[in-house]
C-alpha cells in the first residue's frame, strides 16, 4: 500500500495510524515539515511539494492511493494543475483518489437542510474555488476513470484546534444570530471516513463528512464555557458593531448538512455525533493533560 498525502496537515495526523503499518507513505508540504510520533513505525517520507514536482514520475510510481487536501487557488487545483498527465499514466495502479473538498460549496440554503444532491450555489471565495476544484476532480473520473472521491467538510475541530483554545486566549464572547447554523466534525471522525471509504472504493461518489447536530455558534460557546466554569460570556448581536467583518463572512452561508449517504454507503457513523459529546472529550483530554503538567489552562472566573 503507497499512499501519497497531498498536503499533510491537521486530519492526516489522524488517519496515518489507521493504516497499516507496512504502508509506503509520502507527506508533502508547503514550507515547513515537522515530523510527528508516529513517522518512525511507518515507511514514511515528508518533503517540500516542490521537491515532489521536481521528482514527480519518481515519488508517483507504484502509488495507489492518494489524498489532496491542499485548498485550491483562482487557478484551480494545485495538484492537478501540475500532474495531471503524470496522474493519468499511473491511473491503472490507483486504486483510490480523495480530494478534501468543503461544505462551502452548498453556498446559503436560509437554514434548511442539504445533501449531496442539494444545488450548489458558493458566494464565499473559498466555496467557488472549492466548486471548480470538485469540476476538475470529477472531470477525471468522467473522462478517464480515475476513481475519485469528494469529501465536503465543515468546521474541522479537535486537540489543540477547538473553542477551548479560543475561550482561553481571546476575549470570552459569543455571537447571537437566532436560526444560523453551523455543522462541524470532529477529527477522529475524519480519519474514521476515510479509513472506511479506503476500504471499500466507490468512485465518483460524493460524500458529506459531519455530525448528526448542526447548531447555532453560541451554543457551542454557552456549552464549552460551561464545562471550562466560566460564568461570564458577553453575548454580542451579530449585527452589533463590535463584529468585525471578518467574522461576519462566517456567516454568509447558514444550513444544515446531512450525512446521511456516508452513513449508508459506508456504514460509517461519526463517534462524536454531536458538538456536546466532542467537546466533552476534548475537555477530558485537556483536563487530564492539565492535571499532569499542574499547569493553568483553564482559569474559573
Not at 29 to 44: Q, R, S
Amino acid at each position: 500500500m503507497k499512499v501519497i498525502f497531498f498536503g499533510a496537515g491537521y486530519c492526516t495526523k489522524y488517519i496515518i495510524p489507521l493504516l497499516p503499518e507496512n504502508s509506503k507513505i509520502i507527506c508533502t508540504h508547503k514550507e515547513d515539515i515537522k515530523p510527528e510520533k508516529f513517522d518512525k513505525k511507518f515507511n514514511l517520507k515528508r518533503l517540500n511539494i516542490k521537491k515532489f514536482f521536481e521528482n514527480r514520475d519518481y515519488y508517483l510510481n507504484g502509488t495507489n492511493f492518494i489524498l489532496n487536501s491542499i485548498p485550491p487557488v483562482e487557478d484551480g487545483d494545485i495538484i492537478l494543475n501540475n500532474l495531471t498527465p503524470e496522474i493519468l499514466k499511473i491511473k491503472n495502479t490507483i486504486k483510490w483518489y480523495g480530494y478534501f473538498s468543503s461544505t462551502s460549496v452548498y453556498g446559503n440554503h436560509l437554514g434548511e437542510w442539504v445533501d449531496e444532491t442539494s444545488k450548489t450555489q458558493p458566494r464565499s471565495l473559498r466555496g467557488k474555488l472549492r466548486q471548480k476544484s470538485e469540476a476538475q476532480h470529477l472531470k477525471l473520473f468522467k473522462l478517464y476513470k480515475v476513481p475519485i472521491h469528494i469529501f465536503r467538510l465543515p468546521g474541522i475541530y479537535g486537540p489543540g484546534r477547538s473553542i477551548f483554545e479560543r475561550l482561553q486566549l481571546e476575549n470570552k464572547v459569543q455571537i447571537i444570530k437566532k436560526g444560523h447554523y453551523f455543522s462541524r466534525i470532529h477529527v477522529e471522525d475524519i480519519a474514521s471516513a476515510i479509513k472506511k471509504s479506503m476500504k471499500k472504493i466507490t468512485p465518483g461518489e460524493i460524500f458529506n463528512i459531519c455530525d448528526d447536530m448542526p447548531s447555532e455558534s453560541h451554543m457551542i460557546v454557552k456549552y464549552a464555557a460551561q464545562l471550562m466554569g466560566i460564568k461570564h460570556i458577553e453575548a454580542i448581536k451579530f449585527d452589533s458593531s463590535k463584529v468585525n467583518k471578518k467574522t461576519k463572512s462566517f456567516y454568509i452561508d447558514n444550513k444544515r448538512v446531512k450525512n446521511e449517504k456516508i452513513k449508508k454507503i459506508l456504514n460509517w457513523t461519526p463517534k462524536f455525533r454531536t458538538y456536546k459529546l466532542g467537546l466533552n472529550n476534548l475537555f477530558s483530554l485537556l483536563s487530564n493533560e492539565n492535571s499532569s503538567t499542574n499547569s493553568s489552562f483553564f482559569k474559573k472566573d
